[in-house]
């Protein structure tokens, strides 16, 4: 059974800093691109960034700078390092990755306080 399991949300004041860590099971891990992606209440989900099996990444132009994913394909983790963070970065947060279907976590909560 396919997996994704998120964790490492939580509350921060703005400027600060959170990291976010997903645990993948039931796929080949290596091989796959994972991606992160948010929500925000009442907004579309937005894709934040993305690793590749061999460590490129990308990420969309309003986090460039601020977050930082990287992988371990011996431990199947992906992780979301969130620096200097801002109240719109409140969301639920996702690790996702397409194996011909889209596979999500569960999400796990960022509230940014001012």
């Known amino acids: 059974q396919v997996r994704l399991v998120e964790s490492g949300g939580g509350l921060v004041q703005a400027g600060g800093s959170l990291r976010l860590s997903c645990v993948a099971s039931?796929?080949?891990?290596?091989?796959?691109?994972m991606d992160w992606f948010r929500q925000a209440p009442g907004q579309q989900r937005e894709l934040v960034g993305s690793?590749?099996?061999?460590?490129?990444?990308n990420y969309a132009d309003y986090v460039k700078g601020q977050f930082t994913t990287t992988r371990d394909n011996v431990e199947n983790t992906v992780a979301l390092q969130m620096n200097n963070l801002k109240t719109e970065d409140t969301a639920v947060y996702y690790c996702?990755?397409?194996?011909?279907?889209?596979?999500w976590g569960q999400g796990t909560q960022v509230t940014v306080s001012s």
């Open positions: 996702s990755t397409n194996i011909g279907v889209r596979i």
């Open positions: 039931g796929i080949t891990f290596r091989y796959r691109v």
């Open positions: 690793i590749s099996n061999g460590g490129v990444t």
